[in-house]
């Protein structure tokens, strides 16, 4: 039986140190180094990995990372809500987020235009910039076809960035489908009404899409999933792999409890009542904020990954 | 200023009166009273009032509750999730959810087909038979047009149901739209899917529905917002009070806190630093689980606006 | 197997009518009805009842329903934080706390000797005329032993009230100990410190007291736990019935989850393993907060225990 | 204006490499970055530092870096609960804890004579050994004197161990008392208990170490708290600054939120009304579990420190 064992800090200590000792000290450690630990399995075992995250994690610096992890083929398949899409565009095409404070005066920062998301802010000019550009495109678009499964829509948008820090941009390029379950919630689904207005023939079909994230993977195939937060994106993951025999792997990282009964905070465990997983998978769930817990929980995954030569070039 | 006041219980006290007593007592008390007071205040006003939950309230018994809120004029307007919608069907064709434990074996519960969401459980056949008859009703709405607004769609479906406890019956019977902005995140996406493959020209059009939202109120309007949990539900209805205009009223009840940033965790607050509520609007944000709260709440708004005869016969 | 079933609110409903209800409607409305149930039963099967609440709840108006429940025959033995005693004394000889605003600038309460407790606030003034009276009381114990048990002590402080809504005033006028294992944790820590200064001899015996809760019950009688928030009233309860054979009853209410392994949202499973709580007995865990759990819960109990004639007159 | 910076991982990244780079990541992270340099911060400028713990903790492997913490002179006061200098000595003494599961069938581990803190576990036979060598120091330290302030006992209790990992050890050898203002609330209460009971003029004396904590610093010097968890720990040090003019430092790492009003949840803004930290001190406020939450943040100034040769050799 594994011992709790005493932690100390040792000079320049790395990440993935650290993260091998917080398997042994308790709590949420615990469960984050298994967390860490199912990442580097359902890779080495060639599973096709999901990943979800919310739109405030793209608002927050992670936004690089997601990037990162697909270029590294860590994500072979994003299921996401709209606003992050929206943001990771905006910063894409030059916008910057600014940090704040939880406690702002919200009555003053919507006099200077100034939107709030906990900790940080994005400008009114930001979602002005993204419209002009976003009606552009939509008129492009539609001059290749008229009807449009959501993915598809999304990878064009993709080949029109350059930014290696951009999810749609890195998913575009590395083949890697972006679901987006939810489309029109945000401002993109009001730029898309818009145009629709003067497009009566301009058809998103998020039906067709459904048969896409569907036949994404198989029940042959080993399946992992990385939910970060709830929300759609979470669920319609899950949703994919109950359809496809259950995921081998999951691992949940969220700040939500279970006892509301909520999605949100539904837990690996629940899961496998519904056969979203395997009976006998490898799963983890952590409670905590995923800024810092996905990071250090998959910082790890990637080095001993790394070791091995497992991640892409 | 507002003294606190000790509680004592009297014999066969009413929810209406503990609610007010409530509101002398402190912390979460003082705002589950201060949301109950814009209940009402959003009724008396005539405000257009969004109604949002999230699937797992309608596992719960909170779904009769729902239901009668629309018939008795206190939801003008639905934002949920599909998974929610599937569930109210199911009921309402005869299908049962049991009471189960937070603490299950899961892998038993998946053994003998049963899922379960906490402490509640829904058999597989339940979701079997929502199969049937959704295929059927699939096809008659497609005899009636090829290209469905997703508000239309679930409009058509209430009509098909006769239960008083339906939401889906009782919107569709008061003009109550309900939009759903992730349509196919459920079964029912996979039934819509494994419709369309028989017959290419079925679309559900979600940026239709986009512009039937935004057109359910108007800048002139009063509007409220009742958010019960968060995911897109809350944000879509926020979203477009945005677009109106803002809020004159919002009251948040969720679990989630405001410090991971999340949409189900911000708060009324953060809301007015983009215009989703106005700057001198009134608001509550109730940290508790919705099953208890919401019903406490409401009920002394109902009582209030009942004795001034201002709900719906 | 106990079904889901629909709320609907019927016109003037009663707390006890609505809690019967959330028996059915699911998640925490579920544990909710069954405390409520435990409760019933550890009065019904004359277990002796502990209850425990943090100071915060006193500050709150639960101190006159706490003060109330003793009169009535629900509270055998309270154990709780210094804080809530002094707030109870400084509300028993006239002192008002005001309700504010979570999101208070603190700096100018600071400036206006205004004390934030949450959403509440207690003056300066207060904790002044608090001092004044209570060094008054320390010179009158004194004189009668030098050395005090804090239950002691504190029965003898309750004697010099005189006000229906004060636990110190029940609790001594009903032989109800008050345990409190942290008795210098507060101003009146203070307060004895400066005593003890002129008066080498005076001493608290904290140990001496450890008998005195050890031997309120015994392994013979029945034990119920009724724990309102964490800390260490709740573990100081349930470390006597620990070595008292374990309770048949635990009701366990808190905004505090297990994931963190901290003894605030320790479950009353966890509680089996200790043996703090028999392996057979009846137990629930409300999450949420105790300003309306606990009364809803209580109520309820109180009404049907009124009906069986079971509480003090 | 700070901006949100997209995150990279780099090979071999370093926690505190990390850290930094959280820093403009969002949300949480944002928070514990700036604990980071509290920390530095209170170091570099003198301040007394109090720790404050909760016996969890102690009972995880956060307990060796609480003790290398005292060693490199980065806690001048610690302040906890009894329970976990329980199982400090346990550890010193040789019994280890082992590593179990949130999720375990608790009345098989009450069988076993196991039990169980959230995902850890002690075994009965731990106890016991505690209860023999407890009751041999107790009679030597009776044969010094009769009367013994709780920091005095704890001293003592500290010298009688020999090992680096020991918070007792580490604590009396470098002249840092340890309060514990409810030394009776655990096993260790017990024994006591026992022992007066044979030896009726022991006076374990809580009012004398008031005192004591109170002169432990003063109005003149710079003081910081950093306090883990809530509970009783972590307000009696802040009551200490209270007393002696208001922290300058202040860092509160908990999994409890604000909305209860309770102690645990309470932020270091609230601390303001009360004068516990100074109007214009630096404070952070950090949700997540404390066993990586704050090894995160202290690791980084550790680093930070260690370059300015600013620690204990």
Same mark, same amino acid.
């Given at each position: 039986?594994?011992?709790?064992?005493?932690?100390?800090? @040792? /000079?320049?200590?790395? &990440?993935? *140190? $650290?993260?091998? %000792?917080? =398997?042994?000290?308790?709590?949420?450690?615990?469960?984050?180094?298994?967390?860490?630990?199912?990442?580097?399995?359902?890779?080495?075992?060639?599973?096709?990995?999901?990943?979800?995250?919310?739109?405030?994690?793209?608002?927050?610096?992670?936004?690089?990372?997601?990037?990162?992890?697909?270029?590294?083929?860590?994500?072979?398949?994003?299921?996401?809500?709209?606003?992050?899409?929206?943001?990771?565009?905006?910063?894409?095409?030059?916008?910057?987020?600014?940090?704040?404070?939880?406690?702002?005066?919200?009555?003053?920062?919507?006099?200077?235009?100034?939107?709030?998301?906990?900790?940080?802010?994005?400008?009114?000019?930001?979602?002005?910039?993204?419209?002009?550009?976003?009606?552009?495109?939509?008129?492009?678009?539609?001059?290749? @076809? /008229?009807?449009?499964? &959501?993915? *598809? $829509?999304?990878? %064009?948008? =993709?080949?029109?960035?350059?930014?290696?820090?951009?999810?749609?941009?890195?998913?575009?390029?590395?083949?890697?489908?972006?679901?987006?379950?939810?489309?029109?919630?945000?401002?993109?689904?009001?730029?898309?009404?818009?145009?629709?207005?003067?497009?009566?023939?301009?058809?998103?079909?998020?039906?067709?899409?459904?048969?896409?994230?569907?036949?994404?993977?198989?029940?042959?195939?080993?399946?992992?999933?990385?939910?970060?937060?709830?929300?759609?994106?979470?669920?319609?993951?899950?949703?994919?792999?109950?359809?496809?025999?259950?995921?081998?792997?999951?691992?949940?990282?969220?700040?939500?409890?279970?006892?509301?009964?909520?999605?949100?905070?539904?837990?690996?465990?629940?899961?496998?009542?519904?056969?979203?997983?395997?009976?006998?998978?490898?799963?983890?769930?952590?409670?905590?904020?995923?800024?810092?817990?996905?990071?250090?929980?998959?910082?790890?995954?990637?080095?001993?990954?790394?070791?091995?030569?497992?991640?892409?070039?």
């Amino acid at each position: 039986m594994k011992k709790v064992r005493d932690f100390k800090w @040792k /000079k320049n200590i790395t &990440v993935k *140190d $650290l993260v091998n %000792e917080l =398997g042994h000290v308790g709590f949420q450690s615990i469960e984050l180094n298994k967390a860490s630990e199912v990442f580097v399995k359902m890779k080495k075992n060639n599973a096709k990995i999901f990943l979800t995250f919310t739109s405030n994690m793209v608002t927050s610096g992670l936004r690089g990372f997601f990037a990162q992890l697909i270029k590294l083929g860590m994500a072979d398949i994003i299921v996401t809500t709209v606003g992050g899409l929206e943001e990771d565009f905006m910063k894409a095409t030059g916008e910057e987020f600014n940090i704040g404070t939880f406690n702002s005066d919200d009555v003053e920062l919507h006099e200077q235009g100034i939107n709030r998301v906990g900790n940080l802010t994005i400008n009114n000019e930001s979602y002005m910039n993204f419209e002009d550009k976003m009606s552009r495109i939509l008129q492009q678009l539609y001059e290749k @076809k /008229k009807r449009w499964a &959501v993915s *598809d $829509l999304l990878k %064009e948008i =993709g080949l029109t960035l350059n930014d290696e820090n951009s999810i749609l941009y890195q998913a575009a390029k590395n083949n890697v489908p972006i679901f987006c379950p939810a489309i029109t919630d945000g401002a993109f689904g009001f730029h898309l009404y818009l145009f629709q207005q003067n497009h009566e023939d301009f058809v998103v079909d998020v039906v067709k899409d459904f048969g896409n994230i569907l036949l994404s993977t198989s029940h042959d195939e080993k399946k992992g999933v990385i939910a970060l937060g709830g929300s759609i994106s979470k669920h319609h993951a899950i949703l994919c792999t109950l359809l496809n025999g259950g995921a081998e792997y999951a691992v949940y990282m969220t700040t939500a409890h279970k006892t509301s009964g909520s999605m949100s905070g539904a837990t690996t465990n629940e899961a496998k009542s519904w056969g979203k997983v395997k009976d006998d998978s490898d799963i983890a769930t952590v409670i905590g904020d995923v800024t810092f817990t996905f990071p250090m929980a998959m910082i790890r995954a990637l080095e001993v990954l790394d070791e091995e030569d497992l991640l892409n070039a």
